[in-house]
């Protein structure tokens, strides 16, 4: 069938949204028509280049849908289920998935950019295949994606909220109460304030941390981050944010630094800011050309410090996903206000451009 699809076929150049081809689901895959997509940052490092991708790519990693068409052997869903796509597939029986760490799973092992998981595509425009970012490519009207990638929802749901849940609330939330395992009273540091990072920050004031330290170089975001639990806020533009954290601290420096920035200078402001016994958590993607990140050995014996990483919060998709959109259904979670603007899948562009100029905690995509 036709259907269009945000397309990156160099990087540098513009998203360019045509018409392509899709074919029907094959053995164990799902289509799905797309009701909202999220914009995350992750895709951009493949738009400037500095994650290396299959090309061209249809673009577009956080989605919510509804079930069209399955193809055969498919049992987790059936046309008509409304669906939060994942941009790791999980298989539920290799060594991660059953040791409770399907993001790690061997199925979405390096986070897939290319063909289905049988190394074919579905995805075909005029000059050839086109690769589906994450396998999923959400900024397309229609995808065929795993069976592995999708996690029903249920239909209570308003599906332009329900997209959150797929990429930036479990990745910034599940990075607090998953992998840090953050205690209340708590001190805390989020560097960035952006889709991931004010999820972390949320993620500290859910789990009762008692202070909570948001930086940014944007005002718009930092503001925002008050909404979210932020005690304090620094704009690192004006003032130094390690400092501040050892001020604050009666100079002893926080529990635990989140970086959501994944630049190697902000992974080292955020272990610079750690007190004895602190933990950072490095949550973003850096470019692949970044090497090594300006931390103290010594530092790490003498005060007992851990440097960590995180993908997707440590979070588990089929148990994740639905449970944060109850707990958003209970008010113990926000969507809402996450969202700063909707666009067209046309504005797929503008949409970056906002992300990039800081306008956007999210935009969101709807079709
Ligand atoms: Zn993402
Ligand atoms: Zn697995």
Redesign the pocket.
């Known amino acids: 069938m036709r259907t269009r699809s945000a397309v990156l076929y160099a990087p540098g150049e513009r998203i360019r949204v045509e018409e392509i081809e899709l074919d029907p689901p094959k053995e164990h895959e799902v289509q799905v028509r797309m009701v909202a997509a999220?914009i995350?940052?992750?895709d951009y490092h493949i738009v400037v280049g500095d994650l290396p991708s299959y090309l061209p790519i249809a673009l577009g990693?956080?989605g919510a849908g509804i079930v069209e068409e399955v193809g055969p052997n498919v049992t987790n869903c059936k046309p008509g289920d409304h669906v939060v796509l994942t941009?790791i597939p999980s298989c539920g029986h290799c060594r991660y998935c059953t040791a409770g760490h399907a993001n790690l799973c061997n199925m979405g092992a390096n986070i897939l950019m290319g063909p289905q998981l049988d190394g074919t595509f579905r995805m075909h425009g005029e000059k050839g295949d086109i690769g589906q970012m994450c396998v999923i490519s959400t900024f397309s009207e229609r995808s065929v994606v795993p069976d592995a990638s999708v996690v029903v929802i249920g239909d209570y749901y308003a599906l332009n909220r329900a997209v959150l849940v797929g990429?930036?609330v479990p990745?910034g939330v599940g990075a607090v109460i998953h992998r840090a395992k953050v205690e209340a009273g708590s001190t805390v540091m989020v560097i960035g304030c952006g889709g991931i990072g004010m999820n972390a920050v949320q993620g500290a004031a859910i789990a009762g941390a008692r202070m909570i330290i948001a930086v940014d170089i944007n005002d718009f975001k930092l503001e925002k981050a008050k909404e979210f639990g932020a005690t304090h806020t620094v704009n690192s533009t004006r003032e130094d944010p390690v400092q501040i954290a050892k001020d604050l601290t009666w100079g002893l420096g926080v529990d635990y630094a989140f970086e959501a920035i994944a630049t190697p200078a902000t992974i080292g402001q955020a272990y610079a800011a750690l007190g004895k016994g602190g933990t950072v958590v490095v949550i973003g993607l850096t470019p692949y050309t970044a090497e090594s990140i300006p931390v103290s050995p010594l530092d790490l014996v003498l005060y007992q410090k851990t440097l960590m990483g995180t993908l997707y919060g440590d979070s588990q998709p089929r148990y994740d996903i639905p449970n944060m959109l109850a707990m958003y259904h209970a008010g113990k979670l926000k969507l809402d206000e996450l969202v700063t603007r909707t666009y067209t899948l046309d504005q797929v562009n503008e949409a970056y451009a906002d992300m990039v100029g800081g306008k956007n905690i999210r935009g969101v995509i709807e079709f």
């Open positions: 999220g995350c940052h992750s990693h956080e941009f990429c930036g990745t």
